[in-house]
């Protein structure tokens, strides 16, 4: 069994990882072509327009949680009759969120994009279009959620990279117009952008209508399932809000302090580390429906098992990319940008850093997520959020560089990945002790210096800023960060599966 569900977690994983080749590149390119078609100042407008609307949608970020949750535990469970009461009840609840963030967004952000954002005035109209069409993609997005829960709950990640070959041309076709299109660019922008993402949601909702049998709407709510699903999703609303503040909220308070020129800066670093993240976000999307099944199976131990192991490799891979990142982020950015606005490079630099801290955070929840209970983390993990977004908006206050809302968010994500979830999980999900984490945490801890001390060596000694440097950095930190992890990072047992897997795929060569 455990060797079926590691092919599919492998074979799901592939299929992310060309879906997100797919993306990354082509997102990359036109991020570039559309920076330099929007300009800075426009770019950042975008940005922080749409921040506005992600912030009022912090409820739907809690119940999309409990809907994607639930659905895989009952598909875990093999109650049919129940999976499909399930999901009518979670759509008909991102309906109903869906009618309130549209309440709220054209009435308290309206007077918020009037009143607050540091808007140049030849653009306010601009601005305003912008943030009437980017509530309406979150609608679509909103509605859209039970139903990406669904492909994800039955492990069907193939479509998501057919499709994807769809979405990204069309995303090419929206750079072609914006490059020729007679009309204010970014009016044109949002509105083809809005155009793609409800026709890819027509698509997918078509697919899972005639895929899953679940997927057949009744407007009818199981009230039983509906208090369930508030109850874990109210848990998470807290989260919710503090990941909506130190996101969207930061953005929103960077413009206020430092206008769209620092929004975009900021913006552009996190693009980069999200490519970066999605490999580690396409490995635990494979896993995580085969972590929360074994324990809807009540097997314990080997959805721990997963779940280490999973953490261990989501950790290396994105270091395998980061410590890269991080040593070559000037001429990286210089490379992709034709202008790089200021602040650029040290964000970038410094979100890389953040990122591997929260793989530990993201990591450890999955097991608070497959036993459904949140209460604690939900209440404890958020306090640092709402600490993190004061703190960095006094420290704005008083004058400080916005590179200190980076720093901020390293400290943030370094106490919840290393010192919050690991006392958590081991105190309210059974099987697991504070050693389990602390032993994956030190083991990485070790990996990264050890593998970083060459690479460092040579960015800092080798002479030159062009493409031969570029190329000697990246192979020598591939290099080094490989071999310190098959001789320190990994044990005896995952190298054996290791080679199992290798003789595998040579034989059937």
């Not at 369930?228 to 130190?246: Q, Y």
């Not at 210096?449 to 040579?458: D, E, G, N, Q, T």
Request: net charge positive; glycine share 6%.
């Amino acid at each position: 069994m455990e060797k079926t569900d590691n092919k599919t977690i492998a074979k799901n994983t592939m299929f992310l990882y060309f879906r997100m080749m797919l993306t990354m590149v082509i997102s990359l390119y036109t991020s570039r072509v559309i920076l330099k078609t929007l300009g800075i100042d426009d770019y950042g407008l975008y940005q922080v327009v749409g921040g506005v609307v992600g912030f009022l949608s912090f409820l739907n970020g809690a119940l999309s949680t409990g809907s994607s949750r639930f659905l895989t535990f009952e598909l875990g469970k093999g109650n049919k009759e129940k999976l499909n009461r399930t999901f009518s009840t979670t759509l008909n609840i991102h309906i109903c969120m869906a009618f309130i963030i549209l309440i709220l967004a054209e009435t308290i952000g309206l007077w918020f994009v009037y009143n607050k954002l540091v808007i140049p005035p030849d653009r306010l109209n601009a601005a305003v279009f912008v943030y009437h069409i980017s509530i309406l993609t979150a609608l679509v997005s909103i509605t859209q959620i039970p139903y990406n829960a669904s492909i994800i709950s039955h492990e069907k990640m193939g479509i998501y990279a057919y499709t994807s070959i769809v979405e990204v041309s069309l995303k090419l076709a929206i750079v072609y117009l914006l490059v020729i299109g007679d009309f204010d660019k970014l009016k044109l922008y949002a509105s083809l952008l809005c155009i793609v993402q409800i026709g890819m949601a027509l698509f997918y909702r078509f697919y899972c209508t005639n895929k899953f049998k679940e997927c057949h709407f009744s407007w009818k709510i199981d009230h039983h399932i509906f208090k369930e699903i508030a109850g874990f999703s109210g848990w998470s609303m807290f989260a919710s809000i503090s990941i909506a503040l130190n996101n969207q909220g930061t953005t929103i308070i960077t413009n206020m302090f430092f206008g769209p020129a620092i929004v975009t800066a900021r913006a552009l670093s996190l693009q980069v580390n999200m490519a970066a993240m999605q490999f580690v976000n396409n490995f635990r999307t494979a896993a995580n429906p085969q972590i929360v099944k074994r324990y809807a199976s009540n097997d314990i131990d080997g959805s721990k098992r997963l779940l280490l192991n999973s953490t261990l490799f989501s950790y290396y891979l994105m270091l395998l990319l980061g410590l890269p990142i991080i040593l070559l982020a000037e001429p990286l950015l210089n490379l992709w940008l034709d202008q790089v606005p200021p602040y650029s490079v040290i964000f970038l630099q410094l979100i890389i850093i953040q990122s591997l801290f929260s793989v530990f955070d993201t990591s450890f929840y999955t097991a608070l997520y497959a036993k459904g209970r949140l209460r604690e983390n939900a209440i404890i993990s958020p306090l640092m959020g709402f600490i993190q977004f004061p703190v960095v908006y006094l420290l704005f206050k008083a004058g400080c560089s916005p590179v200190s809302l980076s720093w901020a968010g390293i400290v943030t994500y370094m106490i919840l990945g290393i010192v919050i979830k690991p006392i958590l999980v081991s105190k309210i999900v059974e099987g697991y002790k504070l050693s389990d984490f602390y032993r994956i945490i030190c083991r990485c801890t070790i990996v990264t210096i050890v593998a970083s001390i060459i690479p460092l060596y040579v960015s800092y000694n080798y002479p030159g800023d062009g493409f031969i440097r570029f190329i000697v950095i990246c192979l020598v930190s591939f290099i080094s960060i490989i071999t310190v992890v098959y001789f320190i990072g990994i044990d005896k047992q995952m190298k054996k599966g290791l080679y199992i897997m290798i003789n595998e795929k040579l034989r059937k060569k």
